[in-house]
């Protein structure tokens, strides 16, 4: 639905919030509900006795696969969907199984055969003002996003710049593709 451009890139390489190297630091400082974008941050949350309500995981981390222990500890056959999405990109599945997972009641685990790391974009777009995104920084931490509406803007700001059908891909986010973003 979505692909990111080589010239967008570099837009990804600075977090869009502070960096944390301990999930409970970062638990209490974050708003709820909590989205976790990756395996090992999925796998921290719930260490530090958290389970987000959405988690996107992909089985890897830094392109490689995880150990077991991080598979097994996000394997959760009860509350998961099962999603395609190529590397560099976000498929319809994707972001439909995201917005209705941020609306159920139970915490869901979407496991994407392909890639995660874009879904902060889209994680944000769809969650609720108040909630907090989080996601991998490799070898340098887990990232918080608040989701504000200056938050919701700037990804917002990204995602128009992929290539591919945006007004589609807000609409299934319930984003208002007619509104501008600032």
């Known amino acids: 639905m979505l692909t990111l451009p080589d010239d967008l890139r ?11 190297t301990d999930a ?6 974050a708003g709820r509900p909590v ?20 988690a996107l995981v992909d089985g890897k981390t830094k392109r490689e696969a995880v150990d077991a222990e991080i598979r097994e500890a996000l394997s959760d056959p009860e509350h998961r969907r099962d999603v395609e999405s190529p590397p560099g990109a976000l498929s319809e599945s ?11 009641a139970d915490p869901i685990t979407i496991v994407v ?17 108040g909630a907090t995104v989080v996601y991998g ?28 059908d ?9 984003v208002d593709a007619t509104e501008e973003s600032r």
């Not at 570099?10 to 944390?20: A, E, I, L, M, R």
């Not at 945006?166 to 319930?174: E, N, T």
């Open 113 to 129: 055969d392909g890639e995660e790391d874009l879904a902060a974009l889209p994680a944000v777009l769809a969650a609720p003002l």
């Open 10 to 20: 570099g837009s990804f390489k600075d977090p869009f919030g502070p960096v944390y």
């Open 94 to 104: 994707l972001l439909s199984a995201l917005a209705e997972a941020v609306a159920a």
């Open 137 to 164: 920084q490799p070898d340098e931490g887990m990232v918080r996003v608040d989701v504000t509406e200056d938050a919701k803007a700037e990804m917002r700001s990204l995602l128009e710049e992929m290539d591919g």
């Open 35 to 54: 989205i976790a974008v990756g395996d090992v941050v999925t796998y921290h949350l719930r260490q530090a006795g958290h389970a987000p309500s959405v």
């Open 166 to 174: 945006v007004a589609s891909a807000l609409a299934i986010l319930g």
């Open 24 to 29: 409970a630091a970062l638990l209490a400082d």
